[in-house]
């Protein structure tokens, strides 16, 4: 294998990587919110699925990337409305509500799909932006400047989450409702409103992960995430509920896949090795976890319903 | 005596009024149930089946029930035992995953015919029949013309796990392009999964990077990989159902199946009181797989012609895949 051939998988490794791990971070991001203001949300995949399918829907009406990615988001909007409901009004179990959203998405997407769609009809996807200078820069423009405008919207999704978690009134009231709800709610924060906007927000976000796979892939089916919201739920306690740790677990995860694939398909990984291969990025994930969960607390009031006085 | 021959014959009458074989000669609607692991309409492995059966339906009353999505094997067996208990004259478990499955319930409901596939094993019960696609065979028609195609001479193959028909068609795939010629760089990338579409478009994308220049890929989760030529504009050859409408403008040809080839047989010994114990298969030669060609695609005619020839040649014995 010549040097520039093998530079060229290299950057094409990374690219796919890049691309892999979109999904998984726009959705660990919405829920690395919902959870630092104290609320689990387990419905991640249906949220993502629905999003996925009303995405897919309106491009195929509409030929408009940008509505589908509106529709996904909007979607994912209308269920944390419903789930804050539930679970904050309702005061509902957080685990088995979120495994009810997750149901109905898993079902709900596919039923309207067969109703509204029936045979797969591919979508054009976005296309890669092209960037002045940076997207023609050698090797460094192939690996982080030729992708779709759903990728930069992610990854710049890091940075504005870290602000306003970390350097702002809004995220200090997050942090502080999902460590101790008491004693936020006696120095006059809304525990109801700001989880309530949380929950909606990181939903919001599973909306548009789910619209971006879709959207990417150029196509819908039944259970289009195959268990990627998850996954997200796995990476945010991975990344310890920050952005930033959330963004390097989604990449970790991408990466690893993307080079199991690259592996596979130049024979380094043999046939016979391959399901076992397929398992690299769970079990890294898995061991990740493990090394995390000694070294980070999860959110105190993590779960648990606050009720005033209760 | 006398009296004994009415029991014995009301008996056998009973026997014969309950029979499914009577059922069948009697003109009801023969009920049958297919439990498939993806959609019914996925433009693959489930469609092929429920379209073989639709084919059927045109000459024979059929009362078709079909539980589709049930990824999930213990959906799956849950399924298959409740279309058992509810009477269902055949119930069709598609899906090599199935197998363990079904040799559990079968032998619960010894008046119902089951059938299952892609495989070769009844598990020695009289109630379970066994179907395979040679899908090596086309899969060898399609690896000859990927690789007259390639102007890199680089093919790749997406595939799922290595099981079943998918595990033919990628082998014949493989074989049939080294035929054509011995320098190919064949390249295969099982993914572990029959769903992830995100990770079959990566893994298109990686052979791309790598020089293939030709694709196909089999299971349900390709559709991925097929966006990812398309947006490239790699040629791409299709498995299990006509894939055209997914892509036109690179889609060459597709394997398609026709279930209904041995669907016919099955029901057949069925109508003659056989419920299972047989493994059918189709291939090339029963016309249970042809080739569909995508006319929309500008396919050189010496491509065309070489998978001409490769069809000819499997049918006529003088080319063996790796079938058996």
């Not at chain 2, 056998?12 to 959609?39: C, D, E, N, Q, T």
């Not at chain 2, 569909?292 to 396919?299: T, W």
């Amino acid at each position: 294998m010549s040097d520039s051939f093998a530079v060229m998988i290299i950057v094409a490794t990374i690219a796919s990587g890049i691309r892999l791990a979109t999904p998984f971070l726009l959705a660990s991001l919405g829920e690395a919110l919902g959870q630092r203001s104290g609320v689990l949300n387990l419905g991640v995949d249906g949220v993502m699925l629905l999003g996925a399918f009303g995405a897919y829907y309106t491009v195929l009406q509409s030929n408009n990337l940008y509505y589908g990615l509106l529709v996904g988001i909007a979607i994912g909007l209308l269920i944390g409305v419903f789930y804050a409901f539930i679970t904050l009004n309702l005061q509902a179990e957080q685990g088995v509500s979120g495994i009810g959203i997750y149901l109905f998405g898993l079902g709900m997407s596919d039923l309207l799909f067969q109703k509204f769609v029936g045979t797969p009809r591919p979508i054009l996807p976005f296309m890669p932006l092209d960037i002045p200078v940076l997207s023609g820069l050698p090797v460094v423009g192939e690996m982080l400047f030729q992708h779709s405008i759903i990728v930069y919207i992610a990854f710049g999704l890091v940075p504005v989450m870290s602000f306003v978690l970390y350097r702002t009134t809004y995220g200090l009231n997050i942090r502080a409702i999902g460590e101790n709800p008491e004693a936020a709610d006696s120095l006059g924060v809304s525990v109801m409103a700001t989880r309530y906007s949380a929950i909606i927000i990181g939903n919001g976000l599973a909306g548009l992960a789910g619209a971006a796979l879709a959207i990417e892939l150029g196509i819908f089916q039944q259970n289009l995430t195959n268990a990627m919201g998850f996954i997200a739920i796995a990476l945010v306690y991975f990344g310890a509920w920050s952005p930033k740790g959330v963004m390097i677990g989604s990449l970790v995860f991408g990466l690893v896949q993307a080079i199991v694939l690259q592996c596979k398909t130049f024979g380094v990984i043999p046939r016979s090795a391959s399901d076992l291969a397929a398992m690299a990025p769970a079990i890294i994930t898995i061991l990740a976890l493990v090394v995390v969960a000694k070294r980070f607390k999860q959110p105190s009031a993590l779960t648990k319903p606050y009720v005033r006085g209760g | 005596m006398k009296k004994f021959n009415l029991s014995l014959s009301a008996l056998l009458l009973a026997l014969f009024l309950l029979s499914p074989s009577a059922l069948l000669a009697s003109g009801k609607a023969l009920r049958v149930a297919i439990i498939a692991p993806s959609a019914q309409n996925d433009l693959a492995f489930t469609q092929s089946i429920v379209d073989g059966i639709n084919a059927i339906k045109k000459d024979r009353d059929i009362e078709l029930a079909i539980t589709d999505g049930t990824f999930v094997v213990e959906d799956a067996a849950a399924a298959i035992r409740d279309y058992a208990k509810k009477g269902y004259d055949l119930v069709i478990a598609h899906g090599s995953q199935y197998g363990g499955s079904l040799k559990e319930i079968a032998p619960d409901f010894p008046d119902t015919a089951f059938a299952w596939g892609t495989s070769a094993d009844t598990f020695g019960l009289p109630n379970v029949s066994s179907y395979e696609a040679a899908s090596d065979q086309g899969g060898y028609v399609m690896g000859v013309m990927a690789a007259a195609m390639s102007k890199k001479g680089g093919v790749g193959v997406i595939g799922p796990i290595e099981v079943g028909d998918a595990k033919l068609y990628v082998d014949g795939f493989v074989m049939g392009a080294k035929a054509q010629n011995p320098k190919i760089r064949a390249k295969v990338n099982y993914i572990g999964s029959f769903s992830d579409v995100a990770l079959a478009a990566e893994a298109a994308r990686a052979h791309m990077a790598a020089g293939a220049d030709v694709l196909t890929g089999t299971a349900q989760m390709v559709v991925g990989a097929i966006g990812a030529a398309r947006a490239k504009r790699v040629a791409w050859f299709g498995t299990q159902a006509n894939q055209t409408e997914l892509a036109p403008e690179i889609v060459v040809a597709s394997q398609v199946y026709k279930w209904e080839v041995i669907l016919k047989k099955i029901i057949a010994d069925m109508d003659n009181g056989v419920k299972g114990g047989k493994m059918y298969d189709i291939n090339l030669a029963n016309n249970g797989i042809v080739i569909e060609f995508n006319d929309a695609y500008k396919l050189d005619p010496a491509v065309k012609e070489a998978g001409m020839k490769a069809i000819a040649g499997i049918k006529d014995g003088s080319i063996v895949t790796s079938h058996k």
